[in-house]
């Protein structure tokens, strides 16, 4: 029963950057062969993925997103990161962190959480 929760800012100014966080419980996020995603929903539009971190650390980005995308962990909190820098209006969405057996494959996700890029 792993649980997933993202956290972060609501609300980010365009051009800067945005930071979430997943916390995960009920199991390792290096624990073999576990994918850890962030995939996110703009208003009225279908669920894009931005990339994982494996559990090795191993990291892959969307092509359309990868210059500006950075995910990372901390194991010892159990934890990781994404980052989207220079922001604008249009990566406003519901962002969700998710686990999958494969890098296609989602079967636990968190709740997802609200971004607003807006001035």
């Known amino acids: 029963q792993v649980q997933l929760q993202e956290s972060g800012p609501g609300l980010v100014k365009p051009s800067q950057t945005l930071s979430l966080t997943c916390t995960v419980s009920?199991?390792?996020?290096?624990?073999?062969?576990?994918?850890w995603s962030w995939i996110r929903q703009p208003p009225g539009k279908g669920v894009e993925w931005i990339g994982y971190?494996?559990?090795?650390?191993?990291?892959y980005y969307s092509p359309s997103l990868n210059s500006r995308t950075s995910i990372s962990r901390d194991t010892s909190k159990n934890q990781f990161t994404l980052q989207l820098t220079s922001v604008t209006p249009e990566d406003t969405a519901v962002y969700y962190c998710?686990?999958?057996?494969?890098?296609?494959?989602?079967?636990?996700w968190g709740q997802g959480t609200q971004v607003t890029v807006s001035s």
């Open positions: 998710a686990r999958g057996s494969n890098a296609a494959n989602f079967g636990s």
């Open positions: 009920g199991g390792s996020i290096t624990t073999s062969y576990y994918f």
């Open positions: 971190i494996a559990y090795s650390g191993n990291t």
